[in-house]
């Protein structure tokens, strides 16, 4: 076969798996938002079954040996990278047996039911045993690797391909030696929360600051659409359709405000892909650390700085009517008020990291064998009263707070964290370029989009983070521009000492 033939036949099937994703990304986006819950076990059977189809075609042995075939001939750099990255996936799932596989799945399915009943019940002993074989059968599947690292090293990679514990362990050394001591300053002033902020705000109203927001991010509602569901999320179709969701909370109205603008951001972010990677692998598949680094360099870095609201702020107030005595100031002093909270998705941008320290840590403790899941809910407690000085009441509020322990996903939390702390190193190469807060002052969000566009978005997932890291900012991953940066904002914003 010459290389022609093989190159056609990959792109034939790289189109057929991006059709199948296309069919199960649209099925889920519409469960997620307006489909009846009447249908909901037809439609999940059917997604099962077109599911089953693209599995069976990613692991087809003839795929499989194309895909071998290509990673040893010369191509160009861009495809090199794409099958050097389905090669690494497939080499992690091909060994491993298919009754290890089912029963993996099934554990996570059950894990997933017990988990919930045992957070209502704040209940970490029923989940216990459940928690303790996750970890056992997630050691067993990764075992069947070809690769001889400890098993959360290689976790921690398979998120974040090219970031390393060494890496986690620097990055969250600093955030523990620097920013819980600087947060400590800050929770010691006892700043109560602006009453405006519970105020009730009509979903009208909230509905048209939205459409405000969009106007400003230069969120184009030709290839965008704004849905609702219980969990703001966005949804990648294509680069013209790429989707997001708020939810609307009457006396929480900047949630939806911040939700909105962290979602546009991952929509953007696939918005902006160049084209012609349109129905190939790395269209989209960039790292959860480098999806993140883009939402959260909206949300926080532009989305809560004076000069992103300076401009629409007047037109935000007379909107929104609970805000008709609260200056600009005051507004940006409460949009960023902090608080020592027990979960972290709704925690505010400075302590943010350290509800995922908590998990890292431990995390790293279970793998590596010092710790275990006997007493695990108390380790838990002890960290969150070290970190940030509050015990949680229950279990339900402390240690099984979050769904993705129960579906195995260990090495993931980490990514939270880390895309933060790129955004910051993002920001600080932007700056070089750009006037950042004169852009935002003048309601020039283009250029804002336009420098990410050039600089990270349009290359899709070619590239690694620390590569694409080095080639813009000149250095791999630096966690000090974040620490920095948080210092930097806070210290100002509660006039306390960096
Ligand atoms: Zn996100």
Request: charged content about 25%; overall charge negative.
């Amino acid at each position: 076969m010459t290389i022609e033939t093989k190159l056609q036949q990959f792109k034939e099937v790289s189109e057929k798996i991006s059709a199948y994703s296309l069919a199960l990304t649209t099925l889920n986006w519409d469960s997620s938002t307006i489909a009846p819950k009447k249908g909901a076990a037809y439609r999940n059977k059917m997604a099962a079954l077109l599911a089953g189809e693209l599995f069976s075609i990613e692991n087809s042995p003839e795929f499989i040996a194309l895909i071998d075939d290509l990673f040893t001939e010369t191509l160009d750099d861009v495809t090199m990278r794409e099958i050097r990255q389905i090669k690494r996936n497939l080499d992690k799932s091909r060994y491993i047996p298919k009754d290890v596989f089912v029963e993996y799945a099934q554990l996570t399915r059950d894990a997933e039911n017990v988990w919930e009943t045992a957070r209502d019940n704040h209940d970490y002993e029923a989940f216990k045993p459940y928690l303790k074989k996750l970890i056992e059968m997630t050691k067993k599947v990764v075992s069947y690797r070809k690769d001889t690292r400890p098993v959360y090293h290689q976790l921690i990679d398979d998120f974040e391909i090219g970031i390393t514990i060494e890496d986690y362990d620097v990055f969250f050394n600093k955030l523990k030696a620097e920013i819980v001591p600087f947060l400590h300053k800050i929770i010691d002033k006892k700043i109560t929360e602006p009453a405006w902020l519970s105020r009730n705000v009509p979903i009208e109203q909230q509905r048209e600051v939205v459409e405000i927001l969009m106007d400003y991010l230069n969120y184009d509602k030709g290839s965008g659409y704004i849905g609702e569901s219980a969990h703001p999320f966005s949804s990648h179709f294509s680069v013209h359709d790429n989707r997001v969701t708020v939810r609307y909370h009457e006396d929480m109205f900047t949630s939806s405000i911040f939700a909105l603008i962290h979602e546009v951001g991952h929509a953007t972010y696939n918005g902006q892909v160049d084209e012609a990677y349109q129905g190939r692998a790395i269209a989209d598949s960039m790292t959860y650390g480098m999806h993140e680094s883009q939402s959260r360099l909206y949300e926080n870095m532009l989305g809560r700085s004076r000069s992103f609201w300076s401009g629409i702020y007047p037109k935000v107030q007379q909107t929104v009517d609970a805000l008709h005595d609260v200056s600009l100031d005051d507004f940006i002093q409460g949009i960023n008020h902090v608080a020592c909270s027990l979960i972290r998705i709704e925690a505010d941008e400075l302590t943010y990291p350290l509800h995922i320290m908590v998990r890292y840590e431990i995390e790293q403790g279970l793998f590596n064998g010092t710790l275990d899941v006997e007493g695990l809910d108390q380790v838990w407690s002890d960290k969150y009263e070290e970190y940030l000085g509050i015990r949680p009441p229950h279990n339900g509020l402390g240690i099984l707070q979050d769904i993705h322990w129960s579906g195995g996903a260990f090495g993931y939390f980490p990514t939270y964290a880390l895309g933060s702390a790129y955004s910051a190193q993002w920001m600080n190469a932007m700056r070089k370029d750009l006037d950042v807060e004169k852009c935002l002052e003048n309601n020039d969000f283009k250029s804002v989009n336009d420098w990410l566009k050039n600089h990270i978005h349009r290359h899709g997932g070619v590239y690694k983070p620390n590569e694409l890291l080095l080639a813009v900012t000149g250095e791999t991953f630096n966690p000090q521009y974040y620490v920095d940066y948080l210092k930097e904002k806070y210290s100002r914003l509660f006039d306390v000492s960096e």
